[in-house]
Every structure is written in structure tokens, then in C-alpha cells.
């Protein structure tokens, strides 16, 4: 069965140091999407990425954070300057379609992220 | 705008017991709902999904969900527990391009 994959699987950097995540959607899939949970908290959507741009960003996703897709098969996301807040889970997901006509979002694995 | 709001942070149930999850959302419009659960150190699988096509919905390791639009609610269930439900759940909406999810029930189950 056809799943998302993400590398790393933990990451730990200094705080000031760029990271990049990187996500591996169903080959078949247009819509890419990040996410991240802080320890403890919800699910907090981060942006969502087709046809090569961003679609839609939420408030969190800052100037820190730049989304790509540099072949046609991984989609990274990169923090320019880790802050000790950005330390959370990190989730890709595709979708054949929009979630609003209830395709599914297929997560990855998650990226646990911590900034010391 | 959609939200989500799930009932109890924590919720534990004896082996065998039903398995009652509680989720409300609040919509302008007719949502299309989600139950998501995430096992320790992994990630969310997706459970079962509402689309409007019925009220009753099924999903898999035997849950379900039933959408009622006079309550606002989607809760979830499962008839009996088993230890292997023990897990984080997390109930979620569809608004545009992504979901948003519920603060998440994370459920014990005791021998």
C-alpha cells in the first residue's frame, strides 16, 4: 500500500541552525501539506503546497519557514533559523484532492524535531 | 468558521467496555468530518471519514461515528475495548485546503 514516508525520523540541532525536513508523498498526489505538533498539544496546520506554490499558509508559518518541491518526488520543508519553539513533531501529508471535498490527507511518520 | 472540540483530554475504559469519544464541531456549513488516531511514536492514521453519504459511519479496528446535526456531534465509539485502542485521537474538520484538528482524547484501557 502506497504511503508517505519522511526522513529524518528525529532531528536535533542547535538553535540559529537551518534544518530542512524532507517528505516523500504517494507518487500520485497533487496536494502537500506540512504540519506540526508541539509535545502535548494539537495538530497545527502549517501550509499546504500545490502545483508547485504555496496554496494556503497558516499564521506560524513566518518568514523562518520555506516550502519546496525540488523533484518530482520530494517535497521539503526548511527553517532558515531554529528557535527553541519550533522543537515539535512535524508531519507531511498529500491528498489526491482538497480536503474540502473530503479527500484524504495521508500522513506521514513525522520528523521530531528538537532545537537546543 | 470550522472547529472542533473534543470532550475529556483523557478517558480511560475497562477492557471489553464500550469506548465513547466525544467530539461537537461547529460549521457554517455542511462539514466533512474526520476521527484520526496516532499510536505512540507514530503517526496519524486516518480512522473513518464523514462525507455526507450517511449519518452512520464505519471504520476501521471496528470503530464508528455517527454524525447528528441537531447535536453538532460526531462521536466516536467501539462496542468493546481492546487493549491494543489505547491511543490518542483526535477528531478533525475540513476547512478549504487543510484540517484542523481537535486538542486530541488520548485513551487508557485498564486490564
Known amino acids: 500500500e502506497p504511503e508517505v514516508t519522511q526522513t529524518p525520523s528525529h532531528q536535533v540541532t542547535q538553535m540559529g541552525q537551518e534544518v530542512i525536513l524532507r517528505c516523500v508523498p504517494i507518487?500520485?498526489?497533487?496536494?502537500f501539506y506540512w504540519y506540526r505538533q508541539i509535545l502535548g498539544q494539537k495538530v497545527e496546520f502549517l501550509v499546504s503546497f500545490y502545483n508547485n506554490e504555496i496554496s494556503e499558509k497558516s499564521e506560524i508559518f513566518d518568514d523562518q519557514f520555506s516550502v519546496e518541491r525540488p523533484d518530482g518526488s520530494n517535497f521539503t520543508l526548511k527553517i532558515r533559523s531554529t528557535k527553541l519553539e519550533d522543537s515539535a513533531m512535524y508531519f507531511c501529508?498529500?491528498?489526491?484532492?482538497?480536503?474540502?471535498?473530503?479527500?484524504?490527507?495521508?500522513f506521514g511518520p513525522g520528523t521530531r524535531l528538537t532545537v537546543l | 468558521a470550522q472547529s472542533v472540540t473534543q470532550l475529556g483530554s483523557h478517558v480511560s475504559v475497562s477492557e471489553g467496555a464500550l469506548v465513547l469519544l466525544r467530539c461537537n464541531y461547529s460549521s457554517s456549513v455542511p462539514p466533512y468530518l474526520f476521527w484520526y488516531v496516532q499510536y505512540p511514536n507514530q503517526g496519524l492514521q486516518l480512522l473513518l471519514k464523514y462525507t455526507s453519504a450517511a449519518t452512520l459511519v464505519k471504520g476501521i479496528n471496528g470503530f464508528e461515528a455517527e454524525f447528528k446535526k441537531s447535536e453538532t456531534s460526531f462521536h466516536l465509539t467501539k462496542p468493546s475495548a481492546h487493549m491494543s485502542d489505547a491511543a490518542e485521537y483526535f477528531c478533525?474538520?475540513?476547512?478549504?485546503?487543510?484540517?484542523?484538528f481537535g486538542k486530541g482524547t488520548r485513551l487508557h484501557i485498564l486490564p
Open positions: 478533525a474538520v475540513s476547512l478549504d485546503d487543510k484540517i484542523i
Open positions: 501529508a498529500s491528498s489526491g484532492g482538497l480536503a474540502v471535498v473530503y479527500n484524504e490527507q495521508f
Open positions: 507518487s500520485n498526489h497533487l496536494y
